[in-house]
Structures are given as C-alpha cells and as structure tokens.
C-alpha cells in the first residue's frame, strides 16, 4: 500500500530549528518530484520547497529561501525539510506529497504533521 508518513513536527520557539521527515512505504521516489506544502486555517494551500529526485535540483518559496532546506537520502527513500530561523509564520500543517515528472498533480499525499513556533 502506497503511504507517505511525515514526522518531525513539534512546537519550537521563534528562531529555532525542526527537521521534518516524510517516508515512503509501497513507492519509490526515484524520477519523482517530491514537495514539502504548508496549509494554516483560512489561507491558500502554499508549495514551501521542491525537489526533483533525478537531478537534486531544488526549489523554494520566497517566504522561506534561505532558511529552509530540502533533501533526499536515496538509500532510505526518504526526504526532507531543514527549517531554520522559524517564524511564527511558519505555523502550519506541514504535509508531503508526491508526482511523477511528466504531470503536474500531485496524487500521493502524507497525512500532515503540526509545526508550531512561538515568540
């Protein structure tokens, strides 16, 4: 069964640091585009970072260049999502999600995992 499992939410005060995990299970992310989004009661579903898993090639949202990072570790077909310097912001769902290159929907979806930042 095909299933994307984030982990790595948390509560953190403004200007810390969290690391978000999102797993695969029953697919592979080899020739895949893999996208951390962000969605906050009342506000538009946000594309936070990108990665395409073929060339590495990433990239980000204004609102977080610079201070997050996405990456992929091949052997434990897994990626993700280095958030620095929060901001209060940041406080959202975080969810991952999954599309082959040659579409532009994406069809595989984690359930989400809560990030929190407080000042």
């Known amino acids: 069964q095909v299933q994307l499992v984030e982990s790595g939410g948390g509560s953190v005060q403004a200007g810390g640091s969290l690391r978000l995990s999102c797993a695969a299970s029953?697919?592979?992310?080899?020739?895949?585009?893999v996208a951390w989004f962000r969605q906050t009661p009342g506000k538009e579903r946000e594309l936070v970072a990108l990665i395409y898993t073929n060339s590495g090639g990433t990239s980000y949202a204004d609102a977080v260049k610079g201070r997050f990072t996405i990456s992929q570790d091949n052997v434990k077909n897994t990626v993700y999502l280095q958030m620095n310097s929060l901001k209060t912001e940041d406080t959202a769902i975080y969810y991952c999600?999954?599309?082959?290159?040659?579409?532009?929907?994406?069809?595989?979806w984690g359930q989400g995992t809560q990030v929190t930042v407080s000042s």
């Open positions: 999600a999954s599309r082959p290159f040659w579409t532009g929907e994406y069809n595989v």
């Open positions: 029953g697919y592979s992310f080899s020739s895949k585009y």
